[in-house]
């Protein structure tokens, strides 16, 4: 199974890999060596690891085909979601469900959620516009950790193939694995060497973990 069918395929098998904020090309080859699953193209203004509109579609015309490419956007303009970039878009803001069914429309949406916030979670895991759940800390995009054990009891009960994200590193993101066991994980600032700058050894390092974890 390739890594595309991987991040497409919502049942369960190994843990889904998604490295967010990548803006280099020679990052997408990393990625696809190493294993991971899919990549976030971050289209939010001010954020160190934003892309341009050009960038982004350069970016994703050069996706390997074994990584799914995702639009991540945060409290967009109508306009902006019919952008046509990548298959995928993620919502990271305070987007109200009638600009998720409208992303839906596009294609698959990734939608997240604070891993404290109950109603938001319940509400878009019931969502039939949501393909994936994004659980993320209150600060999404911060690199803060949350407290997993606190989350186990709603994480068991979330229907919607879900994605852990928030301050994984490659020395943390085995035992969160372990203990949550979702379909997926989502990392950033976990594999830079500085704030918008991926890594090429965490990034391996971090999708060796992952396996690890899987067994």
């Keep these: 199974m390739t890594a595309a069918t991987r991040w497409s395929d919502p049942g369960v098998g190994p843990t889904r890999i998604k490295l967010c904020g990548l803006r280099r090309m020679r990052d997408l080859d990393v990625a696809a060596e190493a294993g991971a699953d899919a990549i976030g193209l ?85 969502s039939p516009h949501v393909a994936r759940l994004l659980i993320d800390s209150p600060r999404g995009g911060s690199g803060e950790a949350f407290d997993h054990e606190a989350f186990l009891p709603i994480a068991v009960a979330i229907q919607t193939p879900w994605i852990l994200a928030g301050g994984l590193t490659p020395d943390t993101v085995t035992a969160a694995i372990q ?25 391996e390092a971090f999708c060796a973990a992952v396996r690890a974890a899987d067994g």
């Excluded at 203990?179 to 600032?189: I, K, N």
Aim: glycine share 8%.
């Design 179 to 203: 203990t949550l066991r979702p379909w997926g994980v989502d990392v950033s600032s976990g594999i830079e060497s500085s704030r918008g700058v991926k890594d090429p050894a965490r990034i």
């Design 42 to 126: 971050v289209r939010v203004a001010g954020s160190p690891r934003a892309v341009t509109r050009d960038e982004a579609r350069q970016l994703a015309a050069a996706t390997p085909p074994c990584l799914t490419p995702i639009t991540l956007l945060v409290n967009p303009e109508e306009p902006d979601i019919h952008h046509g970039i990548c298959p995928w878009t993620q919502l990271h803001g305070d987007e109200p469900p009638r600009l998720v069914e409208l992303a839906a429309a596009g294609g698959p949406v990734v939608r997240a959620a604070a891993w404290n916030d109950l109603d938001a979670i319940r509400r878009w895991d019931a």
